[in-house]
């Protein structure tokens, strides 16, 4: 663990505004509200007039990246060049985070890291996709990729950009972010995603309020293949499942608990 104060780390947390203004004016609060120093960062790529920020989310947010093509999800990545501070936090746009959900990441991570977050996927064991969450412990535990929130060391998102024309996607609008980001985090650089440690404290959360999500992506009708093929793609590229590597959560390998301890 990182075993530092975490009032002394800087942290920029990224959030996109699409079809979701009000949810984005609430974010923004909240990440004003945070324990810990915050940079806030919009990344605005709303299609319409009546999507368009509040004047409390633009003038509250200390940058606002005002996009006129839409990349999707990997709108998020497309300031990478930008961001300065020491980590990232990207959230999504459809949960509130807790008070010390940034304070919580600065005090659970380890000093090398690909992904931290708080909900995680695992595929089966067979190497096949799957839906199913992975339940946070007391400990880290590891998992393939993160959803819905990823806190990150800045230095090496560079990872996502390499990975990606690698994987031939340089031309994709509609790239799996999540996914990508953990692959690309353990392709590029050895690093892996991880799951913090379920805190009983409910302002640790990223998603201590939930709230509405009408255009979420996860309704397309092709949502799952799109994201199996990207699976498919990364695996060809020389990414590996956790499984594949024998660990499973916190029974890890003497290799991984190195990793881990860093």
């Given amino acids: 663990m990182n075993n530092r104060r975490s009032g002394a780390a800087h942290v920029e947390a990224v959030v996109i505004n699409w079809k979701r203004p009000r ?11 945070q324990s810990v120093p915050v940079m806030v960062t919009i990344v605005d790529c709303h299609p319409d007039i009546r999507y368009r920020l509040s004047p409390f989310a633009l003038t509250s947010a200390d940058r606002v990246y005002r996009l006129n093509h839409n990349f999707g999800a990997y709108n998020r990545y497309i300031p990478l060049g930008a961001y300065q ?10 949960m509130v985070p807790g008070r010390r959900c940034i304070e919580h990441f600065l005090d659970v991570c380890p000093s090398m890291f690909g992904v931290l977050g708080q909900n995680g996927r695992r595929l089966n064991r067979d190497g096949t996709y799957s ?29 996502i950009n390499r990975f990606r024309w690698k ?16 692959f690309a985090m353990q392709v590029e650089y050895g690093l892996y995603s991880y799951l913090s440690p379920h805190d009983s404290d409910p302002e640790t959360k990223q998603n201590v309020l939930n709230l509405r999500s009408p255009h979420a992506l996860v309704r397309r009708p092709d949502h799952f293949d799109r994201r199996i093929d990207l699976l498919t793609m ?3 590229a020389g990414w590996c499942s956790v499984h594949g590597k024998g660990w499973t959560g916190t029974n890890l390998d003497r290799v991984g608990k190195q990793r881990i301890s860093s």
Avoid at 85 to 94: G, H, L, R
Avoid at 169 to 180: C, F, H, I, K, R
């Fill in 234 to 236: 990364a695996q060809k």
């Fill in 23 to 33: 949810n984005v004016g609430r974010i923004v609060r909240a990440l004003r509200r």
């Fill in 131 to 159: 839906r199913r969450g992975v339940e946070r412990t007391s400990e880290l535990e590891i998992v393939d990729f993160l959803i819905r929130g990823y806190f990150v060391q800045t230095r090496y998102l560079e990872a």
């Fill in 85 to 94: 501070s020491e980590y990232t936090y990207f959230a999504d746009d459809d």
């Fill in 167 to 182: 994987l031939g996607l340089q031309g994709a609008a509609a790239v799996e972010d999540d996914m990508l980001l953990s």
